[in-house]
């Protein structure tokens, strides 16, 4: 069985990570999408993360139509940083010896692999899919297998979907007053709401509100 993993904040989960996932999943045939939400992200621990239960809570009223999508909560319990490679290091314990795992990223994160905590052993557990991002080249697969060799056989590299859509994004038009309707499912719209979450209130005026919006 061939299963998909998209790991991330998401924060919040919003309509371009489902897009990926479903492009993903049809065109590998993949039989089902883990989502894992990370919990203490090594790469971001220099800005502040909404608490996990908002995050997960938003990807399950997000996926709770979508049956082939699950969510696994490991990277929320597991104590300290989260590591992608513990991750897949689990995740592999779980599955049977005849199940691949397809570890879904944009190409900007993996011009970054090379500084991933053990990133020989995270090529040995998954193929890698790489989808292209806003702004983002390309990767120079020379220089990664320099780095990191054996690299290139365990990367895929895909031209759709491209979704000029983010997080960040996402969270400075709340926090300005701006809809964000078309930008996330509207169970996570709602929940957005009702939890004030990312308003300039919440957000101790980290954006500020645009004047009339």
Known sequence: MNIGVLGGTFDPVHNGHLVVAEVVKDKLSLAEVIFVPAGQPWLKADRPITPAEHRLQMLRLALADKPDFKISTMEIERPGPSY?????????????DEDELFFILGRDNLAQLPQWHDAPRLIELCYLVAVPRPSSKRPDMKALEAAIPGVSQRVMLLDEPYIDVSASDIRERVARGLSVRHLVPEPVNRYLKEH???????????YPRI???
């Open 84 to 96: 992608t490679v513990d991750t897949l290091t689990e995740l592999r314990r779980q599955l049977g």
């Open 196 to 206: 004030r979450l990312y308003f300039a209130e919440t957000t101790g005026g980290l």
């Open 211 to 213: 004047k009339g919006a």
